[in-house]
C-alpha cells in the first residue's frame, strides 16, 4: 500500500507509517485477513509505482470520471470538501472562479488530481501552475507570498498551517473544487475482484461496528505531527 505525506490522512512517526488514512486501510487489511505492508514517498512516485505493480494499492486517491478505470476502487476513505485558498491578509481581490485564477499562480502536487483537473481547464504548468513534490511543500511559499493560491481542505488546512505557528483565520477559501472526488483506496487493475470485495466488506464492517469513527476523532482532535 502506497502512501503519501498528507497530514492527518499519512505520515510517519517514529520510523512508522500512520496517520488516519493509513490506520483505516491497515484496520481494513486486518479484517479482511490480508497482509499489507506501508511505504510513503512522493505522490507521483507513489502513483507510478502502483500502476506497475500487481496487488499494490494507493490511498488517499481521489476517484473521479478521469481515474474511474485506472484503477480498482475500495472506500471512501475519510475526505473532506478541497477549496482553492487565498491569504486573508492580501489587499487585492481573490479570483472568483477558475477562469480569474489563471491570472494568478496556483501549487499543484506533480501528479495530483488536481493538476490534472487544471490541465483540463487550461491551466499551464510554468505559466500559472507551479509543481510540488507534496501538496504541503507549497505552505511555506504560500504564506511568503511566492505563491497565490494553493489547494486543501478545511479538515487538512489546519495541519499544514499549524506547523508554520498559523490558524485558519490566515487564509480564505475562493474557488470550490469539491466536484473533483472523495479519497478512496485505489488498487491495481490486476487486483483478483475477490480481494477488491473482501476489502470493501472490511471497510464497511468497520464503519458499522464504530471503528471507522473512532479512528477519525483519535486523528482529528489534534494536529498531527510533522514527518520525521
Known amino acids: 500500500m502506497y502512501t503519501e505525506h498528507f497530514p492527518p490522512y499519512s505520515f510517519e512517526q517514529d520510523q512508522h507509517v500512520t496517520g488516519l488514512n493509513t490506520e483505516l486501510v491497515r484496520r481494513t487489511c486486518e479484517v479482511a485477513l490480508l497482509k499489507c505492508d506501508f511505504q510513503l514517498m512522493p505522490w507521483l512516485r507513489a502513483l507510478e509505482t502502483t500502476q506497475r505493480t500487481p496487488y499494490s494499492g494507493l490511498f488517499s486517491t481521489a476517484r473521479n470520471a478521469m481515474r474511474e478505470k485506472q484503477f480498482q476502487w475500495v472506500g471512501p476513505l475519510v475526505h473532506a470538501s478541497a477549496n482553492m485558498y487565498w491569504l486573508a491578509s492580501r489587499r487585492d481581490e ?25 490541465l483540463s481547464q487550461g491551466f499551464e504548468v510554468g505559466v500559472n501552475l507551479i509543481q510540488f513534490n507534496s501538496k504541503a511543500d507549497a505552505v511555506l511559499p504560500f504564506l511568503h507570498g511566492k505563491v497565490d493560491l494553493i489547494i486543501a481542505s478545511d479538515l487538512i488546512l489546519p495541519v499544514w498551517l499549524e506547523q508554520h505557528q498559523q490558524t485558519l483565520s490566515a487564509v480564505t477559501a475562493v474557488i470550490d473544487l469539491s466536484t473533483i472526488g472523495n479519497n478512496y483506496l485505489a488498487l491495481h487493475p490486476q487486483m483478483p475482484i475477490a480481494t477488491v470485495e473482501r476489502l470493501q466488506v472490511a471497510l464497511d464492517q468497520l464503519k458499522a461496528n464504530g471503528e471507522f469513527d473512532a479512528l477519525s476523532k483519535q486523528f482529528l482532535v489534534k494536529p498531527s505531527p510533522s514527518s520525521r
Open 94 to 118: 481573490p479570483p472568483q472562479d477558475l477562469e480569474e485564477a489563471k491570472k494568478y499562480v496556483v501549487a499543484v502536487a506533480r501528479g495530483d488530481v488536481y493538476e490534472i483537473y487544471l
